[in-house]
Structures are given as C-alpha cells and as structure tokens.
C-alpha cells in the first residue's frame, strides 16, 4: 500500500491543495455521528442537516474555486485568440506554432483543473456511499433529491462541469484552425473529422467524457462484461506495460467466449424433440437447457480462482470438457440414455470459462484497448447467440455410419465437439501465457484490475474504480494525516476500504463478498436476476410454445431465435450512441424495467386464438428492453459496488455471473415443473414468476432511485 500512497501524492496539485473536498475530515465527522447516535445524544434528523450542511460548504468551496479557474482560462484564450487576428494579417509560421502550444499549454491547465472537478466528484459520491453505508441509503436520497435537481444547484456544477464545455470547444477549435496546414484557418464545423487530432483535444474529450458519464457503442457495449475500464485519473500520459499481453491470446479467448454461447443456444430449437425421442415430456427441455447452467454455478468459482494462477491451463481442461460433454449429448440417442444426455449438458456448463475469459481482459489487456476488448467479448456473446440457433436451424438432415446417428438433435452435439478439439488444437499451438508473478514483494503494487500501479495512462470515458480509489490521497490536505492513512491509524471499523490494509483485501468467501453488498448493489443484482430469469423463459420454451400454438418447425424456431439475437449489436448502437447521452443511467434503467414489463403482461394468453403477431411483439419488446437493462444495469453495479469486489477470485463479476446463472437455473425448473400441468398452461404459468419479479425490481429500484447518482 505504501507504493500506491506515494503513488496518489506524487499526483496530487500542491498549490489547489486547498480548495479539494477536505475527505479526511468529513469521514471523521460520520464516526462521531454514529457514537453520537449510538449512545442517544443525536438523533438522526439533526444529522441528516448538520451534515448537508457541512457538505454544501465543501461543494461551494469547490464550485467558487472551479468558476474562478474557468474565468482565468476564459481570459487566457481571449488574449490568444487576438494574438490569432494578428496573425491573420501577417502570417508567420514560427508565430503560429508559439500559438498553437499556447493553446495547447491552456488546454493541459484545463485538462488539470477536469482532473480536480473528477477527484472532487469521486470524493462526494464515496462520502455519500460511506454515510449511507453507516445509516442506510436514506440519506443520498434526500441529499441527491433536494440539491442536484434544484435550479441553483451547485451539485450539478460538480458533477455536470456547466460552463466548462465553452472552453474546451474554443481550445479544440482553435488548435484544429492552427494545425491544419499551418495556418490555412480551416474550421472544425467545416471539416470536421480529423485525420490527426491533438493529444490534447483526445485528453480533454475522454475526461469531459468521463465526468458527464456520456458514452459511445463501444463503451456502452464493454459495460456488460462489468470489466473495469480505466485507473486512477492522472493529468501525466504515461505508457503502459504490455509484457502480458498477447494479441492472438485475447482472440484465443473471445473465441472460446463464441464458441460457448453457440454450444450453449444450438440445441435449444431441438433439445424437446431430443427429449422427445429418449421417451421424456417435450417439457424437459427446460431441464436439459438448464443443466448447463446449473454446472457453470461451480465452474465459475474453480475458473475465476484458476485465473488469478494461469489462464491457459483453465483453457485447455475447458476444452477437453466441453468436447466430451458436446460426445455425451450426441451419443445419448443410440444410447437411449436421458440420463448421459443430461450429463453430457452438465460437463458443457462445467467447461463454461467465462469468468477466464473475463479476467484475461481485466488483468492482461493494456488499458488503451481494454474498452475495444470488453465490447469484443459481448459482441462475441452475442454474436454466437444469435450462430447457435441459427446453426441448429442448418443441421436438418439424417443419416447414419456405422452405429451413430447424426440427425437434427444429435448434430449440435457432434459439431460442437469437432468445434472444440480444433479450438483446443489452435490454442496449444498459439495462446502464450502471460506472465504470473510468484513472490507478492517482487511485483508492483496492483489495481483493481490487475495493472500495475506505475502502469496509469489517461483515463478513459468511464468512471468505475476510481469512484472508489481516487481519492485516498488528493483529498487528504496534510503530510501528516497522509500518513495517518497509510499506516491505517485512522482507518474505518466498519469493513469500508477506507479501513486498514487488511480490509481493502478482495473479499474471500461469498459470505465476505455479501457482507459488501448494499442496498443499491441488492437491487442492482436482483434485476440482473430479473432480466436473466425473463430472457431465459422467453428462450428455452420457445420451441414448445411455438410449436403447440402455432406448429412451428425447427427451423422457423431457429430463425426467430437468431433474429432475437441478431437485435443485440443494433439496440447497442442506439442506446450506446444516442439514448445514454440524452438520458442519465438511472432514468433509462427504470425506463426499460417498465418496457420489459410491459412485454411480460402482452405475452400473456388471455384471449383466444393466441396469434403468432403477439408472441413474436411481445417476445421482440421483452428481449430488446432486456438488453439495454443489462448495459444500464451493470454500469451502475460497477459505480456503487466495493472496491474490494472488483478484483480477485470473489470480484462483482463473479456476483453477476451467479445472479444471472441462478435465475437460468430456477427458470428452466419452472419450464420443466410447470410442464406437468399441460402444454396449454405452460406459456402462463412460466410468465407469472417474471411479473412479479420484474414488479418488485421497478418497486426496488423507485426505493433506491436517488442512490444511484
């Protein structure tokens, strides 16, 4: 820890040291409320305004300090701009380069004071996290609610930088104007995509970016591998070490992500025709869909602590897996065994190495990339959702050699299996092991996500372990009270990372990692539960739904089951490119809960004839709402969750992956169980559960609405 405090100092902007939110004091004052209340001196509404108070003078300070740093600035780029006009009549080119890094020279100032603005908003959003997690989520609510959505808000100067965006617009302008063929003057508004853009105008864009929580496709697409995109903030672009990557090996890896989500979609279409044909009801498909999930409960705590020792060992022993597991399905019709078919779907969910896959990225992959890579993942997710059913809907044919029988429901399970002997094949010819330090002394000190501390880079255009990171030494205003902190003297009791070194550990049990959780984390995962539980119903009774009601075949199952999946990539776009930036994370978060409830009501049967329009309407809107819920979803679990779950073997990742599981598991029981009642109940009886749970996520979330700030 003494590496990264040193670290954090060298960082901190001595002659501002003043005007930073004073963190250290404030912590101390939510310790003596919780004595205070404890022993009855104070009772909670005293401290809910004695300490709204404290907190409007800590932001006016900061907002008085920003306003007078902009109008500085403002004045800095006046007496540039006509130094400019000058030029203009009388141009010289060693004039004209002297301008130029004279902008660049105000842009690198403003790129320190989008730097302090961050540092303070981290600051705020961790006291409120730390006072909430003290006396419950009830205060940011009244906080966020009677001071950000006020028309005089000073909350909103922090956290929205108003006024900011002028500035950075004039320097972007002008450095284009300048470095375009040396003063030929050229607008940005008239040409306005760049060949070659200034370092500083790219550092600029990504803080702006970062502190307005706008957002493009490809950052919005990362968010649902909930893979920490950026470290601590610094002002110094500094190069990364790429030792432990390997481009090959990340590719290497999103395949085995592909190729995953193909084996586990392609015997949807046909798993109730192969349950069919062993003797079983058509409903068992829920249980032969669902083993798989039920496996990968296990396989994704022995992987993700596989990880933190090897990758490519993990990588092989899936390999094998998942190819015996793919020869058990396919054998189980000349075996007419339901019972090998269900294991063979077991050891496929006990080869799931996602939680590798993920850490890979997370610990491997150099922070400039990292956005590119995490998008890379889900659009391979997605994209082998979308291959699997659609390959299900090729394999119609029959046929015979020797004693085996290659048929519609046996075929997933023997391509897959030639599918990974040559994947297990390129990887132990490829995949180049990264290097694993051995002694704990020898290595630098780690981040959250695994790169060394001396490895910072400009931040990119999320926030998310710098909410809980970057502010342990920018916000303590004396040497000594630095110090204090190091050494833990005055850490927290109450489990924070605030607290001594050994409490900002990883967590190292589920027990220790639930210990974690807070109000808004709970309701974060149960809608992950919620939208993972509905998406699965609406998936794996597909083809029994569809056939009952409307005669479908195998293939015309596959085609709406791939047209489901191929809606991923474009809703992204949408919602990643346009949506987030008119609307904040939590607005579209309780927007799409309400639109996937709305698809669970119009999926209902309630009148006859049940037509093929509404099951495929419905089936469209619950599926689509459901993908942006999971973008939205986990951005937000990534900002309020611990420090201590976004690393080691216990990370958020891990917790996500669980609840998402968890909830495949149930609703494929509840396909199977609700099976027994008849086919003509099954489309119901399966949907009720998703209403009321998607009810009770919308009730959760309209609780712990003003928290998720």
Request: charged residues 20%; neutral net charge; aromatic residues 10%.
């Amino acid at each position: 820890m003494v590496a990264f405090g040193k670290k954090l100092k060298e960082r901190k902007i001595e002659e501002w040291q003043g005007y930073y939110i004073n963190y250290k004091l404030m912590k101390k004052k939510v310790k003596q409320y919780a004595h205070q209340i404890e022993v009855g001196t104070q009772d909670r509404r005293h401290v809910l305004k004695d300490f709204s108070k404290m907190l409007d003078n800590q932001i006016e300070k900061i907002v008085l300090f920003l306003l007078e740093q902009q109008g500085l600035l403002a004045s800095r780029i006046a007496q540039l701009n006509e130094r400019e006009e000058a030029l203009e009549k009388q141009p010289e080119i060693s004039q004209i380069s002297q301008l130029r890094e004279d902008y660049r020279a105000v842009g690198r100032d403003l790129l320190k004071l989008l730097f302090f603005i961050e540092i303070n908003a981290i600051g705020l959003r961790k006291i409120l996290k730390k006072f909430d997690k003290r006396f419950g989520y009830r205060f940011t609510d009244y906080y966020v609610k009677t001071r950000a959505n006020h028309p005089y808000s000073l909350l909103q100067q922090v956290f929205k930088h108003v006024g900011l965006g002028a500035v950075i617009g004039a320097i972007s302008r002008n450095l284009h104007k300048l470095q375009e063929h040396q003063g030929s003057y050229l607008s940005i508004y008239d040409q306005p995509v760049l060949t070659v853009q200034d370092p500083v105008v790219d550092s600029l864009k990504a803080a702006v970016d970062r502190l307005s929580h706008s957002t493009n496709f490809l950052n919005f697409l990362a968010q649902h591998a909930l893979i920490m995109q950026e470290e601590l903030p610094t002002p110094v672009e500094e190069h990364l070490d790429d030792k432990r990557y390997n481009f090959m090996s990340l590719l290497l890896n999103l395949l085995n992500t592909f190729l995953y989500m193909v084996n586990t979609y392609i015997v949807v279409p046909t798993a109730d025709d192969y349950a069919t044909l062993l003797g079983a009801p058509a409903t068992v498909c829920g249980v032969v869909i669902g083993a798989m999930a039920v496996a990968q409960l296990f396989s994704s705590v022995y992987f993700s602590a596989w990880s933190n020792k090897s990758y490519f060992k993990p990588l092989v022993f899936s390999s094998i897996v998942l190819f015996m597991g793919n020869a058990m399905y396919a054998l189980a019709l000349d075996a007419d065994s339901i019972t090998l078919l269900l294991f063979g779907r077991l050891f496929c969910g006990l080869g799931s190495a996602r939680a590798v896959n993920r850490r890979y990225i997370s610990d491997c992959v150099p922070l400039r990339i990292r956005m590119q890579a995490s998008a890379g993942f889900v659009s391979a997710s997605a994209l082998g959702m979308a291959c699997g059913p659609a390959l299900a809907g090729l394999l119609q044919t029959k046929f015979k050699i020797y004693k085996l029988t290659f048929s519609q429901v046996t075929l997933p399970g023997w391509v897959m299996a030639i599918a990974w002997l040559l994947y297990l094949v390129l990887l132990w010819i490829t995949f180049r092991e990264p290097l694993h330090e051995t002694e704990e002394h020898d290595k630098p000190q780690e981040s959250s996500t695994g790169m060394p501390s001396s490895s910072v880079p400009l931040p990119g255009p999320r926030e998310n372990d710098a909410l809980e990171k970057g502010l342990r030494q920018p916000l303590i205003l004396s040497s000594e009270a630095n110090e204090e902190d190091e050494n833990g003297d005055d850490g927290d009791c109450d489990g924070s990372d605030e607290a001594p070194e050994d409490s900002r550990q990883p967590a190292t049990s589920f027990l220790a990692a639930y210990r974690l959780l807070t109000p808004s984390v709970k309701v974060q995962l149960l809608i992950y539960f919620m939208l993972k539980y509905a998406m699965e119903i609406l998936l794996s009774e597909s083809s029994v739904v569809t056939t009952y009601y409307f005669g479908w075949s195998t293939s015309a199952v596959a085609i709406f089951l791939a047209s489901l999946g191929l809606t991923v990539l474009p809703v992204n776009i949408i919602v990643g490119s346009y949506i987030s930036n008119m609307f904040e994370d939590r607005q579209i978060l309780l927007a799409s809960e309400i639109v996937v409830c709305i698809g669970i009501l119009l999926s209902f049967k309630i009148i006859s004839p049940y037509t093929v329009p509404q099951y495929v309407c419905s089936g469209l809107i619950m599926f689509v709402s459901a993908e942006v819920l999971e973008g939205v979803n986990l951005s937000l679990l990534s900002r309020v969750m611990s420090s201590r779950l976004s690393r080691g073997t216990y990370n958020g990742g891990l917790l996500s992956t669980e609840a998402g599981t968890i909830a495949r598991v149930i609703a494929d029981g509840t396909i199977t169980l609700a099976g027994y009642l008849g086919r003509n109940m099954l489309l119901n009886v399966t949907l009720l559960p998703s209403l009321l749970i998607c009810i009770a996520s919308i009730v959760a979330t309209c609780f712990t609405y003003n928290s998720l700030y």
